[in-house]
């Protein structure tokens, strides 16, 4: 079925520091692909999307990159922090048009 | 983003209560969801409305109880819950049926504590 695998977290940086959450998921044909964030305290927010294979979603500083070879939507980030802090969820788009939704990336950054 | 706005943002009740959970969007969306979020679990997607009418109702237990009387409003009927039940419930409306274009907009969510 359709599934989505994300880093288990909690990952902790220093701020400043490069980050990478990998996001690999498994999806009839070539679904949309969203990273959503939720700060504590609250719901989620949509922080990027991409659409078709190599289109690269951008925003506050964060980037993914829709790889269709390796079925992968890796977050990066050349300078992380503080108030990134957050979970960070992975989230492509199956045939039925629901998000498939994984447990979530936990990102601590330390000052 | 305030748009959809969730009340109560904590409700305490017990095994036996009645309570209901309330979601307003003011977007002018036409899909509107009900999630669960466990501790170190996936979202797990409850109902789906589209245009006033359920889509989808994921194998959710008859205790749990959708409504949704006009476009912008969704509420969640609780009666005779577990203790399982205890989690974050998240709303989410869409511009249509989620797509490419559509993306979902959450609210707070209403933290639930069943006693």
């Known amino acids: 079925g359709n599934s989505v695998t994300q880093m288990e977290g909690p990952v902790t940086l220093s701020e400043e520091a490069f980050l990478t959450i990998n996001c690999t998921y498994t999806?009839?044909?070539?679904?949309?692909l969203f990273w959503y964030v939720q700060y504590p305290g609250e719901g989620l927010q949509l922080l990027l999307k991409?659409?078709?294979a190599d289109d690269k979603g951008s925003n506050k500083g964060f980037e993914a990159t829709y790889r269709k070879e390796t079925t992968s939507f890796h977050l990066e980030k050349g300078s992380v922090q503080v108030s990134d802090s957050a979970v960070y969820f992975c989230?492509?788009?199956?045939?039925?048009?629901?998000?498939?939704w994984g447990a979530g990336t936990k990102l601590i950054i330390k000052p | 983003e305030t748009g959809v706005t969730q009340t109560p943002r904590h409700l305490v009740m017990g095994m036996t209560n009645k309570k209901s959970l309330k979601c307003e969007q003011h977007?002018?969306?036409?899909?509107m969801y009900w999630y669960k979020q466990s501790a170190k679990k996936p979202l797990e997607l409850m109902f789906v409305?589209?245009?006033?009418?359920?889509?989808e109702n994921n194998s959710v237990p008859s205790r749990f109880s959708p409504e949704c009387p006009n476009s912008s409003h969704l509420f969640l009927h609780l009666h005779t819950l577990q203790p399982e039940d205890s989690a974050l419930y998240l709303c989410?409306?869409?511009?249509?049926?989620?797509?490419?274009?559509?993306?979902?907009?959450f609210g707070d969510g209403t933290r639930l504590s069943i006693l």
């Open positions: 409305y589209s245009l006033e009418e359920r889509v």
């Open positions: 991409a659409t078709k």
């Open positions: 989410a409306s869409s511009q249509d049926l989620a797509g490419q274009g559509s993306p979902q907009h």
């Open positions: 977007l002018g969306h036409n899909a």
């Open positions: 999806a009839t044909g070539y679904p949309s």
């Open positions: 989230a492509p788009l199956d045939s039925n048009y629901q998000l498939i």
